[in-house]
């Protein structure tokens, strides 16, 4: 009996599905789509699969709807029925789409009937599609989905709007041939090379590389030695792509053959870096040490990629003999080949290119000086010093740098200071830059070699942006070496000016603290708008409260009384931009929370700006209310966050919440001006 039952449960059962599984008819169908039902429409568009192509009419006349549902939904049973058509289906809906294309819709509805078109067409949409591309509304993207159409038809329909008179379609044309990669292309392809002009002609050389070979390098060459310039780089690049495949199908004798034409071409053609890596590159796979005096003669580029691939080549296939068969093959070149070997001779391991690179330096070749003064750089050695230091006296100035850029790389090597005067080079090469980067290194040289007779040399490099933190280095140890010469009145002037500047935070810091040791107690950090003098305690579980709620009693009152059972403390940080670094100061350091509070005084009320920095989250309350939250993960960084408030005439209370994931953990709070001005804060010391 139980048995009997759940028979029948499970027939009704699949009868219902069955009988919700049943399509509509297209009048039901396309009522349910266009009605106000929407769990109907979803159920109808779901349905509309199995009515195959006999719904495709009437749902696609719904693409003309005045409701944006209606629309939507007519494209998802649309997009439905081409998907899951497969055999004798897949050319009923083709059928039925190209029949819709003639209905009245807007264009938006036709793209969108063309879009489902190019997934169900064959050879039967060929025609139509042709007669399409001449439309002014849809002609480009009837043209891609007819060059989606696998086989012959339409492969001879592309070629023959190939040909037609408006550029645009015939280029469009031309490239969409090539996209499809069939062999039968290339003559047709190189027929258009032959017969037509500007960007179609371009178009068909490029095509040329995805589907041409040996038949088509002939006409590749021929076009590289006399066409426009755009031709010729898409003749190149072509033969490029052709080499390329046939070194893949194992003819590495001809696709040799055109890498080292398009490296050494028989008459001079101008081309890319890319190319010319390409066709190294390809010698470097398969040329044997024949292929080295070609491969040196191909090199007027000093792209560092292209003669890292060349140098390799000459190293595999020469090995141990490679400084001396670079030197001779440099003896006998022009400038450009020469300066691009220079610097390979400058990049090899296996011997002492340095006496070549020095003589370089005297070369009669501007590019040549430059490229062995680069080389130079790279690997300083103090037997180059005296000839840099000639080039950068008496060479044009285009390569003064690259020799000054050297010299510099000698004194930063030079440990031991076999140098007889360190301080002067630097000097020397701080009065001859024109350069912020050598200049910078100039000044971080002086740095290390500070004598206080150095500040008015050092002082103007201050107000130049690109160079105005080497310059504070330098000026700050400028103001170390005069408290450690005796002169402490010119010592606490240069480092109190050198610390109001702005230098490097660690700078900062270590001059700040010879001036306490000489007396001086300015904040300078109050000075610039920094909170100093803070109460904290912590740290509490994250979950004690929401990221954006305080502990009670914080923020609305002044609160000095144990919280949780911990004690605030009074911090008065010594940082230079007022960061107060609370992993120094508690434990655990991981997934917790902190408090801080102050209070400075405002001469005035009105606008002014906090600015943030914290790691990692924080919320920050002033006066009572809270003006701002990041519940963020970052590293401390001044005035990341910049609040709009408004601040009381007098005492002003801040309160923050820090949040700490892991990692370092701290925060810093700077007050200025609406313009960004810092203003000098008056703290009220804490009271714990």
């Known amino acids: ?9 499970t027939v009704a059962a699949m009868l219902a599905l069955a009988a919700i599984a049943q399509p509509p008819s297209p009048e039901a169908l396309t009522a349910a789509l266009s009605g106000d039902d929407t769990e109907a429409r979803r159920t109808a568009w779901e349905t509309a699969p199995g009515m195959g192509a006999a719904a495709v009419l009437p749902v696609a006349a719904l693409l003309g709807d005045d409701d944006p549902g209606v629309v939507r939904a007519a494209e998802r049973a649309l997009a439905g029925i081409t998907t899951r058509a497969e055999g004798a289906e897949l050319r009923a809906v083709s059928l039925a789409l190209i029949e819709a294309m003639g209905l009245d819709l807007p264009l938006a509805g036709r793209v969108e009937l063309l879009r489902y078109l190019s997934w169900v067409a064959g050879d039967e949409a060929v025609r139509p599609l042709s007669e399409w591309v001449n439309s002014s509304d849809l002609g480009i993207r009837a043209l ?3 060059s989606r159409i696998p086989g012959t038809a339409a492969r001879n329909a592309l070629a023959a709007l190939a040909n037609s008179d408006d550029e645009i379609v015939a280029t469009a044309a031309t490239r969409a041939l090539g996209d499809r990669g069939e062999p039968g292309t290339e003559g047709r392809l190189m027929s258009i090379v032959r017969a037509s002009q500007g960007e179609v002609r371009v178009a068909a050389i490029r095509a040329l590389g995805s589907v041409g070979t040996t038949r088509s390098l002939g006409l590749c060459a021929e076009v590289a030695g006399s066409g426009s310039e755009a031709e010729r780089w898409a003749a190149v690049d072509s033969a490029l792509r052709v080499a390329q495949r046939l070194e893949a199908r194992g003819d590495e004798s001809t696709a040799l053959d055109v890498y080292r034409t398009v490296l050494v071409p028989p008459q001079p053609v101008q081309i890319a870096d890319a190319q010319r890596l390409a066709a190294v590159a390809g010698i470097a796979r398969l040329g ?7 491969v040196l003669r191909g090199l007027t580029s000093s792209d560092p990629i292209l003669l890292s691939t060349a140098l390799r080549f000459v190293e595999e296939v020469v090995g141990e003999d490679a400084l001396g068969v670079l030197t001779d093959e440099a003896a006998e070149l022009p400038a450009p080949q020469r ?14 290119p340095v006496p070549y690179l020095v003589a370089a330096l005297g070369a009669d070749a501007t590019e040549v000086t430059i490229a062995a003064a680069r080389g130079l750089a790279n ?12 080039v950068v006296v008496s060479s044009p100035a285009e ?7 050297a010299m510099l790389s000698i004194l930063d090597a030079d440990e031991d200071e076999a140098l007889a005067d360190p301080t002067g080079s630097y000097e020397f090469a701080l009065e001859r830059t024109q350069s912020a980067a050598n200049a910078s290194r100039a000044l971080l040289g002086l740095a290390r070699h500070a004598t206080p007779e150095m500040a008015s040399l050092v002082r103007p490099y201050i107000d130049d942006p690109d160079t105005r933190l080497a310059a504070l280095t330098a000026f700050t140890a400028i103001g170390f070496a005069t408290a450690q010469s005796g002169d402490q009145a010119r010592a606490r002037e240069v480092l109190t000016e050198a610390v109001r500047l702005g230098p490097p935070r660690d700078t900062a810091t270590a001059a700040i603290r010879v001036l306490r040791q000489l007396g001086v107690d300015e904040d300078f950090a109050a000075a610039a708008g920094f909170i100093t003098s803070w109460r904290v305690i912590g740290p509490f579980g994250a979950s004690l409260t929401a990221w954006d709620q305080p502990l009670e009693g914080l923020p609305e009152a002044e609160s000095t009384q144990p919280l949780h059972g911990l004690e605030w403390r009074s911090v008065d940080t010594p940082d230079i931009q007022g960061i107060v670094d609370l992993f120094a100061l508690m434990e ?3 997934n917790v929370v902190a408090y801080a509070q102050a209070e400075f005084v405002s001469p005035v009320a009105g606008p002014a700006v906090l600015g943030i920095g914290s790691d990692d989250g924080v919320v920050v309350w002033l006066n ?9 993960a970052r590293p401390v960084t001044v005035d990341e966050d910049k609040v709009t408030v408004t601040l009381r005439e007098g005492t002003n209370r801040i309160v923050l919440k820090v949040l700490q994931g892991g990692g370092q953990w701290g925060y810093t709070v700077r007050v200025m001006t609406s313009d960004g001005t810092p203003i000098e804060l008056e703290s009220v010391p804490p009271q714990a």
């Open 1 to 9: 009996m139980l048995r009997f039952l759940w028979t029948t449960i």
């Open 144 to 146: 891609m989905t007819l």
């Open 288 to 294: 044997s040490d024949a292929d080295v005096p070609m």
């Open 339 to 352: 300066a691009a070997l220079t610097w390979m001779i400058s990049q090899l391991e296996t011997d002492d």
């Open 379 to 390: 690997r300083p050695d103090p037997r180059a010093w005296d000839a840099l230091r000639a």
């Open 399 to 405: 390569a003064r740098e690259p020799a000054l850029e």
């Open 588 to 590: 655990p350091r991981e």
């Open 624 to 632: 009572g209310e809270r003006v701002h939250q990041n519940n963020a």
